[in-house]
């Protein structure tokens, strides 16, 4: 096959993969300015994970609780979390409580990113001698 024919059968199908890209991500960054994000919804919600902190500081374990807890919404509707995902709640909230700047940076580094600004170093990160 020479050049010119496989530019003509390759180009356009690249230019239409590149303006579908953006037009999903301006549809994505859209719909996350209005508060909205795709994907399933959480297994473990804000009051199920309250329950289970309070439940853990009276010395329960993770397995005697999970059969107590029901899923609200989604495809699992009614019935339990398995205790991985009670463990991985757990985890997450372990980070949020450990880094909280983290978690309160973390939309406005995303959204610096999808506009295409690398953000800088984080000051509280480096070692502040060195500067």
Not at 15 to 21: S, T, V, W
Not at 34 to 62: C, F, Q, W, Y
């Amino acid at each position: 096959m020479d050049c010119a024919r496989w530019l003509s059968c390759h180009f356009p199908q690249g230019a239409e993969r590149e303006n579908i890209r953006e037009s999903t991500l301006e549809g994505l960054d859209t719909a996350s300015r209005k508060g909205k994000h795709g994907g399933r919804p959480p297994v473990i919600t804000d009051d199920m994970l309250h329950t289970v902190l309070r439940r853990r500081a009276n010395g329960e374990s993770v397995e005697q609780i999970q059969p107590d807890l029901i899923i609200p919404t989604g495809k699992r509707k009614g019935r339990n979390p398995s205790v991985a995902s009670v463990y991985r709640a757990l985890a997450e909230q372990a980070k949020r409580e450990a880094y909280p700047e983290a978690a309160e940076k973390a939309p406005a580094d995303f959204a610096a990113l999808q506009a295409s600004e690398v953000p800088g170093p984080r000051l509280a990160l480096l070692d502040r001698a060195s500067l």
